[in-house]
């Protein structure tokens, strides 16, 4: 109830709206009341559809449509079903089936604040997000898809990334249960083709598809590609998303929702641009997204292999784990290899023990096992027993599906070639479409998955012990930091993966200078922004854009910074990770770095600022 005199306390006082004024006059002379009446919720629906509409500034209007949904999450709390239908049949006629003029203004205006430095993604989006909640309960959830959410930004790819990961770390609204769940399955339909093409049709109502060139329409594919896996990382959706994974309930479909997502946007060799950006952010977030997430997520999987989806699904995991791995070797990224090396080997030994397990699965989880050069000592043997289970059947499907595979690493190679089972990589120019597509956009996680308890083993915290700064799992053994790091404590398994850093690492390659431009007509808004940002203005190491600006992740140089071919910049947060991780190394040299060196660089900001503004002439220039 509170939430809902507020908004119309805002659009009385700051906005001078006079009916807002005499709801609250109504409201007080009956506060005795514990909860409000269907009719006090009703007529405030009333005041607030008419100010979303027709308030005399878009900051009203904005207040407008979040009272609305604040009105409709508390009748979904407070009322009966009947009664809830009657206030979804008033927001509908009253205020969505008019919304456009209002839409256009709000759409516009989160393009134009997601990204300036300092701003709050989740305060750019929330009137969006409010408009999203109420299209889901009152037209339906299974009508609301990810063209609706782009209809809703304007075609803005960004803001829409934005929405789904700002609904995702804020709490679930009241009333819609699978609201997390429906935002992941929106991020799995905005990477795939058909919503691409939708876009292009959408820019340009004439384009003659069967006229256009299949290298063209590829094209504009790939750049969509990389707008969305830019936002995913700029907007930090896969930590938003471990969060809303919190959930028990829907942990599971949650978990496949993102893994279909990201094989969209990593799984084929000309996918390099946003596999390269994916395969980083999941390499120097692994401990939590690896160990507390996929790791239970995967010996679930394996548990119930015998049947059609997990093994699907399993296979699938098994693919898109091996696409990044083969972007982050392109990257010269050991990080992600060296973090998968032990769970791969588990998931082998695991799927072996089941008598049950299907030859394909064994072979996915066998070429991931390769795909992290893990072909060696106690290892091989462990291959060896899995080469002999799967030539039981026939030794050329086992070469036919090898084949079929295509997401190898060089180390993968080299380790079947140990085998004795020869592999090429197939031409990096060659139309890499899967063969076997483990993705149907018509898939649902498998009966059984919402409603169902999946707790598994490490999926959960102790609830002992320090929080761990890295993981955000409670240790009650582990080490606090020292210099740069004295007073933060990390886990055991945090602190043994940075002392164990490997020796030939060096560095990292920073993003280009500038980016191309061919086949961003499809692209508006913040999401044009985004693929346009050249390398100054990128984080050096996650390829965010450098708008943070409060002091504990501020950009910064460090020494080296200057070695490369423009001076990078760094998110400090994403330096410290990456400082910790390799051992105390500078990403740049690979020499010894001392993170006390980093200086803040707010010309970085001010030549973001001038970019996102439209003074980019100059922004690349100022920022070095």
């Not at 949904?69 to 239908?85: G, K, N, S, T, V």
């Amino acid at each position: 109830m509170e939430s809902i005199v507020q908004a119309l306390q805002q659009c009385a006082s700051a906005h001078g709206n006079l009916s807002a004024q005499e709801v609250l006059q109504s409201w007080q002379t009956d506060m005795a009341v514990p909860e409000p009446s269907e009719d006090f919720v009703g007529t405030a629906v009333f005041t607030l559809a008419a100010g979303a509409l027709q308030g005399a500034s878009l900051e009203e209007r904005q207040v407008c449509v979040v009272g609305i949904e604040r009105c409709l999450a508390a009748a979904a709390a407070l009322f009966d079903a009947d009664a809830q239908r009657r206030l979804q049949q008033t927001v509908l006629e009253r205020t969505l089936r008019r919304f456009d003029e209002s839409g256009d203004a709000l759409a516009a205006k989160a393009s134009l604040e997601v990204l300036l430095p300092g701003q709050s993604a989740a305060t750019a989006t929330e009137p969006l997000r409010a408009v999203l909640a109420l299209l889901l309960r009152c037209v339906g959830t299974e009508r609301i898809t990810a063209k609706e959410l782009l209809e809703l930004v304007r075609g803005d790819v960004a803001v829409a990334v934005a929405v789904i990961a700002e609904g995702l770390a804020a709490p679930r609204p009241v009333g819609l249960p699978l609201w997390s769940l429906q935002l992941c399955r929106m991020l799995q339909q905005l990477t795939s083709p058909d919503v691409s093409t939708w876009l292009m049709q959408r820019a340009d109502p004439s384009m003659d598809f069967s006229a256009t060139p299949m290298a063209e329409f590829r094209a504009k594919q790939l750049v969509h590609c990389q707008v969305v896996a830019l936002a995913v990382v700029q907007f930090d959706v896969l930590g938003h998303a471990l969060l809303a994974a919190e959930q028990p309930a829907q942990r599971q479909p949650i978990l496949a929702a993102l893994i279909r997502a990201v094989h969209s946007l990593v799984g084929s060799r000309d996918l390099m641009g946003p596999g390269r950006l994916i395969s980083r952010c999941v390499a120097f977030d692994f401990m939590r997204l690896g160990f507390r997430f996929l790791a239970p997520f995967a010996r679930k999987l394996i548990d119930e292999v015998h049947a059609r989806e997990p093994a699907k699904t399993l296979r699938l995991t098994c693919r898109v784990l091996s696409w990044l791995l083969v972007h982050a070797e392109a990257d010269g990224n050991p990080f992600l290899a060296e973090s998968l090396r032990p769970l791969a080997v588990e998931w082998l030994m695991r799927a072996l023990g089941k008598s049950n397990a299907q030859g394909d699965c064994l072979l996915a989880l066998l070429a991931l096992t390769a795909n992290c050069n893990t072909i060696e000592g106690k290892v091989l043997d462990l291959a060896i027993e899995t080469l002999e289970k799967l030539m039981q059947s026939s030794v050329l499907k086992l070469e036919i599906d090898l084949r079929h595979w295509r997401a190898f690493t060089n180390s993968g190679v080299e380790g079947f070639s140990s085998l004795g089972l020869e592999i090429s990589i197939p031409d990096e120019s060659a139309g890499m479409s899967e063969p076997e597509n483990e993705i149907d956009s018509e898939d649902e996680a498998w009966p059984g998955t919402v409603g169902v308890d999946w707790h598994c083993e490490g999926a959960e915290p102790t609830g002992t012990g320090n929080p761990c700064c890295e993981c955000g799992q409670r240790a009650s053994e582990g080490c606090f930091g020292e210099g740069y790091f004295e007073g933060l404590w990390y886990c055991l398994r945090c602190w043994d993966s940075w002392q164990d850093a490997p020796p030939e690492m060096t560095a990292i390659s920073p993003w280009p200078l500038e980016s191309g431009k061919d086949g961003q007509a499809e692209q508006c808004g913040s999401g044009a922004l985004l693929l346009r940002a050249p390398g100054p203005l990128r984080c050096g190491i996650s390829g965010m854009l450098l708008t943070h600006t409060d002091p504990a992740n501020a950009p910064v140089h460090i020494p080296g910074s200057l070695s490369a071919s423009y001076a990078v910049a760094f998110h400090r947060r994403s330096l410290e990770r990456w400082h910790r991780r390799s051992g105390g190394r500078c990403p740049i040299t690979g020499q010894p770095l001392d993170l006390k060196d980093a200086v803040e660089c707010p010309a970085v900001t001010q030549a973001l600022l001038q970019f996102l503004t439209g003074d980019s002439g100059q922004a690349g220039s100022e920022a070095q």
